[in-house]
């Protein structure tokens, strides 16, 4: 099953450009969060976004949350050629608080 | 240094056998998770585990199993019952706070291949 859903599948921006994503999903949410992946790696947390918060701030990253349109974005500002990555949404369900969904990511791309 | 770990980073595996995917942490977590990723795809969910000796059937359960008799171990074993295994596989762990799940550590993965 999947609950969240990238947008754009692939992003090629120029190096210091802001790079957006966005995730929609389909159900109430307790909680999204943003994960990201390096080639071959891992993935790393991002940030979590609570279902009561509309914005979160964490360094270049800003997060916004809509839970009336079901959807989300992650904007890195003044991108830099690390972070050429996958870019990963997951939701935390309602009333399915035993695991979270990932949705199929958005590979970003960073020129030089 | 708290984390969580994963081995082989490669595995091969000849038809018909067995192979079991190692999975730790040392983070105090309860809950930990297995992930399949096929190239250029997201995340799909085998088996997770939210306390020891109790795990659940993800998505795509078939042709696995798992044992969770540590809270810092779940090892995945690839039967051969699955016919197509080869993929990138991902072990997590997180803590369960208020009934919703928090962040997800990952480790670094083991790649499978068929020879």
């Known amino acids: 099953s999947q609950q969240g859903e990238e947008d754009p599948q692939a992003l090629s921006i120029q190096e210091g450009e802001n790079a957006t994503m966005n995730c929609s999903y389909k159900t109430s949410i307790n909680n999204l969060q943003w994960y990201r992946q390096n080639s071959g790696r891992g993935l790393v947390h991002l940030i979590l976004?609570?279902?009561?918060?509309r914005e979160k701030h964490s360094g270049r990253l800003r997060v916004t949350l809509d839970t009336s349109k079901k959807s989300s974005s992650l904007l890195i500002t003044a991108s830099r050629a690390a972070d050429t990555a996958s870019y990963f949404c997951?939701?935390?369900?309602?009333?399915?608080?035993?695991?979270?969904?990932f949705g199929k990511g958005t590979r970003l791309h960073i020129l030089p | 240094d708290g984390g969580i770990t994963q081995s082989p980073k490669y595995l091969f595996r000849k038809e018909g056998q067995n192979v079991t995917l190692s999975c730790e942490q040392n983070?105090?977590?309860?809950?930990m998770y297995w992930y399949r990723q096929d190239p250029g795809q997201g995340l799909r969910l085998i088996y997770y585990?939210?306390?020891?000796?109790?795990?659940q059937k993800g998505d795509i359960a078939e042709g696995y199993s798992v044992s969770r008799e540590k809270k810092e171990s779940f090892p995945l074993t690839v039967t051969s019952a699955q016919k197509n295994p080869t993929a990138f596989y991902l072990c997590?762990?997180?803590?369960?706070?208020?009934?919703?799940?928090?962040?997800?550590?990952f480790g670094p993965g083991t790649r499978l291949l068929v020879l």
């Open positions: 585990s939210q306390i020891v000796n109790d795990f």
């Open positions: 976004i609570r279902s009561n918060e």
């Open positions: 997951a939701t935390s369900e309602r009333n399915r608080d035993d695991k979270i969904i």
């Open positions: 997590a762990s997180s803590i369960v706070r208020g009934g919703a799940q928090e962040t997800q550590y």
């Open positions: 983070l105090n977590h309860d809950a």
